[in-house]
């Protein structure tokens, strides 16, 4: 079954800067081939800096609104994904507590990837 790891850096800093993550590049760079080399691996991005975001809204009526910056509802930040491959939600849960996104400040949330059998 896929499951989706949105992983997400610790809250924003009152000036507007994303939180710290958790883990070095190379602890990041470990997980990846772990991940791979496990065979599980669907596919999987680091975002780019949160300032390059875009946000774009529509309301009842059909007008488009498009915001540039880091405007979000959250005081966290998604800072990328991983979509894998695993048997059920326990081996899902135990590939996202292994993530150094996970440490400290972050957080990986976990959902299975909806399948419509189309």
């Known amino acids: 079954m896929k499951?989706?790891?949105?992983?997400y850096a610790g809250a924003v800093e009152a000036d507007g800067t994303p939180g710290e993550g958790g883990g070095t590049v190379e602890d990041w760079q470990k997980y990846?081939?772990?991940?791979?080399?496990?065979?599980?691996?669907?596919?999987?991005?680091?975002?780019?800096d949160l300032v390059t975001a875009t946000t774009v809204r529509v309301d009842e009526s059909g007008v488009r609104t498009v915001t540039d910056?880091?405007?979000?509802?959250?005081?966290e930040v998604l800072g990328g994904?991983?979509?894998?491959?695993?048997p059920d939600l326990d081996a899902a849960l135990d590939w996202a507590a292994r993530c150094p996104g996970a440490a400290g400040a972050g957080a990986v949330v976990v959902r299975p990837v909806a399948d419509f059998g189309v």
């Open 3 to 7: 499951y989706m790891m949105l992983v």
């Open 81 to 86: 994904f991983y979509v894998i491959d695993v």
């Open 32 to 48: 990846h081939e772990q991940v791979r080399d496990a065979g599980i691996l669907v596919s999987g991005e680091s975002l780019a």
């Open 69 to 75: 910056g880091p405007f979000t509802e959250s005081r």
